[in-house]
């Protein structure tokens, strides 16, 4: 077996001048235009708050560039927040449902039961493409809208996250 050495090849000496981050800011909120979100930008966060109807209501979404590590990142946010006494088995159901998940994955906040998907790219170097944008924030949507009501079933029918899993990946 071949055992090759991991190491870090990022360079974080590069300079100001060849960062990519502020082509692929614009690139976003063009993508987010065109694409017909109407997106918000929030200036202090560079990030777009987007608003969008699912078959679960209004939903909310947060498409970043972290402009420092050029980085981007899509944010869809659970339409209710999880009742303090749901956490530890939400966080049952959040492990089991990201240990198949291939793009992405669910975070749960302990302090306000938050809970959001989010998926990533780390563009450093390179340039962000409406392409990868897209291919990073559509799985998100239909990820969030696929899970809800296994969420549901946990925390207000009484489900046991195994069991509703299994319904939702047969």
């Known amino acids: 077996m071949n055992n090759k050495q991991i190491t870090d090849n990022t360079d974080s000496s590069q300079s100001i001048n060849e960062n990519n ?3 692929a800011l614009k ?9 017909g979100w109407n997106p918000q930008f929030i200036e202090e966060k560079e990030a777009y708050k987007i608003n ?8 909310i979404a ?14 869809v946010m659970m339409p209710f927040k999880i009742p303090e006494e749901s956490l530890n088995i939400i966080s049952e159901f959040i492990t089991r449902a990201n240990y198949g998940l291939r793009v992405g994955n669910f975070e749960m906040d302990y302090e306000d039961g938050e809970v959001r998907y989010k998926t990533c790219i780390d563009f ?12 990073n924030a559509y799985p998100a949507l239909k990820t ?27």
Do not use: C
């Open 144 to 170: 969030m809208e696929r899970y809800i009501p296994g969420f549901l079933s946990v925390v207000y029918g009484g489900k046991n996250p195994k069991d509703a899993l299994a319904v939702l990946e047969e």
């Open 62 to 75: 947060y498409a970043q560039i972290l402009t420092d590590l050029e980085q981007f990142l899509f944010y």
């Open 52 to 59: 969008f109807k699912s078959e679960h209501g209004i939903g």
């Open 124 to 135: 450093g170097g390179e340039t962000l493409t409406k392409g990868y944008i897209k291919n």
């Open 27 to 35: 690139t976003l909120g063009d993508f987010l235009q065109e694409d």
């Open 21 to 23: 981050a502020p082509q």
